[in-house]
């Protein structure tokens, strides 16, 4: 059975980091693309970042460039976002995809 499970979210203040895991089983993940979405309150869930298998290419939306950054472990099965001077608007819960598995979601709410 394919598991995908966040964790790592909490209360961060303004200009805080937080970094999230994403740990996959039941599969062979090391060989798939990696990504991180999520859902604002009120909001439809957007793209975040993503990663592909050999790590060789990473993309993020442009309202996290050069504050997140997308990393992964292969031996481990594991996605990282490592989340720098967060910002109230990026308060949302934060979810993991491996197509077509998605986690519960993690929430990561930040406060000005």
């Known amino acids: 059975q394919v598991q995908v499970v966040e964790s790592g979210g909490g209360l961060v203040p303004a200009g805080g980091s937080l970094r999230l895991s994403c740990s996959a089983s039941?599969?062979?993940?090391?060989?798939?693309?990696m990504a991180w979405y999520r859902q604002a309150p009120g909001k439809q869930r957007e793209f975040v970042a993503t990663?592909?298998?050999?790590?060789?290419?990473?993309l993020y939306a442009d309202s996290v460039k050069g504050r997140f950054t997308i990393s992964r472990d292969n031996a481990t099965d594991t996605v990282y976002l490592q989340m720098n001077n967060l910002k109230p608007e990026d308060t949302a819960i934060y979810y993991c995809?491996?197509?077509?598995?998605w986690g519960q979601g993690t929430q990561v709410p930040v406060s000005s």
């Open positions: 995809n491996v197509q077509p598995h």
């Open positions: 039941g599969r062979a993940f090391s060989m798939y693309n």
């Open positions: 990663i592909t298998w050999n790590k060789r290419q990473t």
